[in-house]
T-cell receptor
Framework: GQQVMQIPQYQHVQEGEDFTTYCNSS?????IQWYKQRPGGHPVFLIQ?????EVKKQKRLTFQFGEAKKNSSLHITATQTTDVGTYFC???????????FGTGTRLQVFP | ETGVTQTPRHLVMGMTNKKSLKCEQH?????MYWYKQSAKKPLELMFV???????ENNSVPSRFSPECPNSSHLFLHLHTLQPEDSALYLC?????????????FGPGTRLTVT
């Protein structure tokens, strides 16, 4: 079945360091979404990207959609302990247009 | 508060038990979903309902039986489960089933099968 790969799988950073997670697809995407799941919590929608090369910012979070619309990234500047959690990208299924969630990147921030 | 509630939050059941998970959304959405989340595994889509009609069943074993009496309520009936079915079961809803709509998740039911 369709798998959405994210790298890295885990990332441990010192508070204040930057963090980036990448989502790669083998096909051109119509859109991509990002979600965050805190430890013990549930996924919460962060943002959706639609346009080629689109860049959107939410405070210290920067989301980017590749020019070819085949990859996306989430960059966090100067991480804080509140950024701890797993970040998922989600892309449309090839044949059903349902959302398929990525494998996730688990971020741990050390104070 | 996401507008999606799930009960119970925790459930321990034996392999011969029958139990049901309940999900309710207060967002006026048309689509509802069941996901399974195991340790170290991505979110696995189980079932999709749109306007109460099941539109997708991702090869889920028959020991999981969904029910959607209306657009606001979704159930997952469980019977003769296996220990490997222990996981977090998440319900979600969206305005419609197209991938362009964001999904709102409930807090989940942590299921342990003994």
């Amino acid at each position: 079945g369709q798998q959405v790969m994210q790298i890295p799988q885990y990332q441990h950073v010192q508070e204040g360091e930057d963090f980036t997670t990448y989502c790669n697809s083998s096909t051109t995407l119509s859109n991509i979404q990002w979600y965050k799941q805190r430890p013990g919590g549930h996924p919460v929608f962060l943002i959706q990207l639609v346009k080629s090369g689109e860049v959107k910012k939410q405070k210290r979070l920067t989301f980017q959609f590749g020019e070819a619309k085949k990859n996306s990234s989430l960059h966090i500047t100067a991480t804080q302990t509140t950024d701890v959690g797993t970040y998922f990208c989600a892309e449309p299924s090839y044949n059903t247009d349902k959302l398929i969630f990525g494998t996730g990147t688990r971020l741990q921030v050390f104070p | 508060e996401t507008g999606v509630t799930q009960t119970p939050r925790h459930l321990v059941m034996g392999m011969t038990n029958k139990k049901s998970l309940k999900c309710e959304q207060h967002l006026g959405h048309n689509a509802m979903y069941w996901y399974k989340q195991s340790a170290k595994k991505p979110l696995e889509l189980m079932f999709v309902y749109n306007f109460k009609e099941q539109t997708e069943n991702n090869s889920v074993p028959s020991r999981f039986s969904p029910e959607c009496p209306n657009s606001s309520h979704l159930f997952l009936h469980l019977h003769t489960l296996q220990p490997e079915d222990s996981a977090l079961y998440l319900c979600a809803s969206s305005q419609d089933i197209q991938s362009s709509y964001e999904q709102y998740f409930g807090p989940g039911t942590r299921l342990t099968v003994t």
